[in-house]
């Protein structure tokens, strides 16, 4: 069992930056490839970034890259997600999850190849 508890989100401006951080409980961190996704109102939830077991590979949804960058610290058993250039389109409820198999072994990119999710966390953009 993993517990994942996600922090930062908040009230924003287009153009503003905010950092999201996911702490992680449990079992040992390094063992699991870690995503963020995010879920509008109405919407179903869309894949963020991913990145590997010890942070080598990242991989992003086309919508965040060159704004978003993940990132991990295992030795402090957390991750983050810095978002730069923030629009109305990025307001959501944003949600980290880890899954137990190598980066590749599964879709990063798919909900359902993660094993355990957090409560999430609300971003909102106003424009």
């Known amino acids: 069992q993993v517990q994942l508890v996600e922090s930062g989100g908040g009230l924003v401006q287009a153009g503003d930056s905010l950092r999201l951080s996911c702490a992680a409980s449990?079992?040992?961190?390094?063992?699991?490839?870690l995503g963020w996704f995010r879920q509008a109102p109405g919407k179903e939830r869309e894949f963020v970034a991913a990145v590997s077991r010890l942070g080598t590979t990242t991989y992003y949804a086309d919508s965040v890259k060159d704004r978003f960058t993940i990132s991990r610290d295992n030795a402090k058993n957390t991750a983050a997600l810095q978002m730069n250039s923030l629009n109305p389109g990025d307001t959501a409820n944003y949600y980290c999850?880890?899954?137990?198999?190598?980066?590749?072994?599964?879709?990063?990119?798919?909900?359902?190849?993660?094993?355990?999710w957090g409560q999430g966390t609300q971003v909102t953009v106003s424009s």
């Open positions: 999850a880890v899954y137990f198999s190598p980066f590749a072994q599964k879709d990063p990119a798919k909900a359902n190849s993660y094993d355990y």
């Open positions: 449990g079992r040992i961190f390094s063992n699991y490839a």
